[in-house]
């Protein structure tokens, strides 16, 4: 930065320091062109008049004046016109790239592109004035089109304040002008500095005119906004005493992606007082309008602007017709929410007697009872502050009262802490009504919330007393299919400290129970900091199960046996949770969940949001903030069913950090059995842990469907493996078993929502074989029950990601058997057509097509398998002509089968 000035020093001094006589110039390597009419050796001397022009060219240079280097062409001028006094010299270089002259001008962080730069230095009497132009065309704001830009910098040596006139043009704005006095001081040795006192002059006209809210919104993301804007900013006056005056106007506007409506304003600054009026029109319905106007207190040094409590402030706000339409760009509600409501606040005063009132109407929808009037008034003293809430009649009622001193708040910085508190509310609540408040998952309320509460003591140290109650309630838990039944709770407040005395339901044929404590501690003992800004909740309690029902999609139904202790704790910026398993037993049942039709799922379809990342799959660990969750089994835990036996053990921990997430263990079983198609496997190794990693991977990839081109599609590669992301449930498993001479292997591993499933067997059987073996008993038998195989085959493909036995799977033709022979001749065809009914039993029909008197021309034949080794095989036709037969299979007259070999359970991994 500092050559730059320097170089510019030395132009401003060979022009200020001019005398008649005689004009010089430097000439470099790319030529000399010198032209001149009129003048003499001694031009200037006797008050001639003339032009001298010197243009030094050069392609690929590298000086100073580049700034390290570039391609352009550089020209220098050198002017005398009129008299001595009268006098310029420029220096300008075409086309040099941005970064190259980032190094000695202050350009905006992002931009790119290419710029003309010309400097003149041009003498007006005893004055010098500095120009710095910079344009260019095609330019980019953070890799986005910004268009073409003019900005023209005004400095004369010795006075304070740098004149700027900027002006684009492009996608992102379809004009901006910009013209204004900065309070700089230059220095052609030291560089620039900022000239920060009262007394320096502020002028400033800035208009953009539809500004592209979606493109701004790609360069800065935290905008959050689309929609057009028009912008007028004026300001005048010093440092000390500014004035200015802000008109904004929004058009079509969208945050978050929500449709939000438009807004009109204008901001005032004069006299130190901060004049406001703001009117906003949802898209859906409803308005608001702003009018005040707030004192200021101006620090000119600190650039800070602040409330001046001494002075007398006014502030109008009313809102009519909201609703959760109006208000989807800021609160999504659930779509059952209905509600209109309208609100008024008005402030008038100084702090010393500053008087705040609001009231709040409105109505509720209640589904199935008259609409719920909703009520509210709030009053806000300098020493005395109330607030009222009710909804309906009597279903709910609220009041609190604090005297909380304000003047001494702001003032003298008294801590808020040992302000009174006098606060009470009573509910009567039917839960039907709070349905849709409720969070995801929570469904289909039924009974009634009543209770009473009374709180005193001070905001620091807040003491309650009361009872919260819930009886004959219902509720559907939709994560875990289940439909609660016979719901009560029964809890109590003390002093600081929620009391859970009884929590029970029916589930089904199961029960759940429990009981605990959670205790507030709203500021801790010594602190100094805010109100409420270091609050602590601790909360311990118990859960026992009793046959509670496990209904899932993936696993068998089944009914859980525990007792749980949990422990928690919470805070402004983390959170803890321990879940510990004292004992349990899990008893799995031979029923499912019936298949349901699944939507039809593209898996190149990605789900965006609406910045365009990928909406990552849900995970209950997902968050701001620090959490960590301990899940413990403190004894293993036994899983048992018709044709399951394993125990589980083992902790896993989640710690969350921001983006940032690390696992610690996982829950594993070493041994046990399970059946797979009827044949047993013994479970040889088996673990279920969760990845960690970096959030923001998970936001932005989501199933970790790579992103689209600029005009492509992208279809998702199903001989690909399915990539986990963090905080995704990963499994590895491998099971054992021997089925008819042939030892099998299965290995589950990968994320759970489509792991990768191993086949292997000793002899080596392809995949498909394998599965027809596990399923049949025999490698060579047809389809069974109608292309059954096909079916299990088909369903194993669409659970795990096996691309070898999913090729396999489709060069099936889909029949079970068919066969066309002849017999003593081509006249003679003969025509079987043959069904597996299970796994024992195969029948066959066989047709021979003009057959010789003493054969059937229609038989019937029925292979049936006593065990592995034996197999009873029977045939009858039309012509009385039958057989029986028995069959032995074993192997002889060679080594017996070789054990496998040492490797083979790692051929799983």
Known sequence: MRGGWLLLGVLVAGVAGAQPGGVGAGVG???????????????????????????????????????????GTVKVKVKVKGEPSDAGVGLGVERVSVDALRGLLPLPAGLGGHLDVWT???????????????????????????????????????????????????????????????????DPLRGATWRADPETPLRLDLE???????????????????GGLDLELTARGTLGAPTGRLRLAGQDLRWRGEDAGAVVGEIALAEAALKTELA???????????????????????????????????????????????????????????????AQVTGRGALDDLAV??????????????DLPLRGALTVGPAAQSLRFAVGEDLFVARADARMDLVAARRADAPLAAAPLDAEAAAALPLPTLRPYLPDGLFDPRGRLTGTLTVGGTLGAPRAAG?????????????????????????????????????????????VEGAGTAKLVATPPGHRGGLWDAWRVTAEGALRLTRFPIIQATVPHGLIDAHIALQGEAGPDAAALRVRVDEGAVRLLSSRMPTARAVPRNRGVRYLDWTGDVKPPPNVFAGEGRLQVTVELAKPVPVEGPKTAVELTGALTVRRDGDAATVEGGFRTDTGRFDLFDNPFEVRRGRVTMLGGDLETRRTTGDATPAPAEGHAVW????????????EPILDFVARARVVDTVVLVGVRGPARRPELVLASHPPLPEYQILTLLITGRVDAVDERNGEVRRKVARLVSTFHNPSLSRQLYDRLGVDKLGLGFGSSVTQPILTVGKQIDRQLY????????APPDENEKEGRVEYRLSPRWTLDTTYGDAAEGSLGVTWQTHFGGPPLPPPPEDFEERVE
């Open 29 to 71: 390597e790319g030529g000399v062109e010198v032209r001149g009419e009129g003048f003499g050796t001694d031009v200037g001397a006797g008050g001639g008049e003339g032009t001298v022009k010197v243009k030094v060219r050069g392609e690929g240079f590298e000086t100073d004046v580049g700034a390290g280097g570039g391609e």
């Open 280 to 342: 906003w029109s949802a898209a859906a319905g409803g308005a608001v309008k702003v009018r005040g106007a707030l004192p200021v207190r101006l620090d000119a040094a600190a650039a800070e602007v602040g409330w001046d409590d001494a002075r007398p402030a006014r502030l109008d706000v009313e809102a009519k017709g909201l609703g959760p339409a109006s208000l989807r760009p800021f609160w999504r509600a659930h779509p059952a929410a209905a509600f209109t409501v309208d």
């Open 208 to 226: 953009l005119r539809r500004v592209n809210l979606a493109r701004a919104t790609d360069m800065w993301p935290v905008l959050a906004l689309a």
């Open 716 to 727: 998702a590669d199903p001989d690909k493996p399915t990539r986990p992301v963090p905080l």
């Open 357 to 370: 009132d609001g009231t709040l109407t409105g109505a509720l929808e209640d589904p199935g009872r008259p």
């Open 120 to 186: 003149t230095v041009h003498r007006d009497g005893a004055a010098v004035r500095v120009t710095l132009r910079l344009e260019g065309d095609e330019l980019t704001l953070h890799a986005q089109p910004l268009g073409s830009a003019r900005a023209d910098l005004t400095w004369t040596p010795g006075v304070p304040g740098v004149t700027a006139r900027i002006e684009v043009r492009g996608p992102l704005v379809d004009r901006m002008r910009l013209m204004a006095t900065l309070p700089l001081r230059l």
């Open 843 to 850: 029948v066959e029909t066989v047709y021979r097509h003009d």
């Open 467 to 511: 009872t919260l109650n819930v009886a004959n309630g219902a509720l559907t838990l939709v994560p875990l299919n289940q439909r609660l039944r016979d719901i009560t709770v029964q809890s109590r407040f003390a002093d600081a400290t929620w009391h859970l005395e009884g929590l029970s339901a029916r589930a089904g044929a199961g029960r």
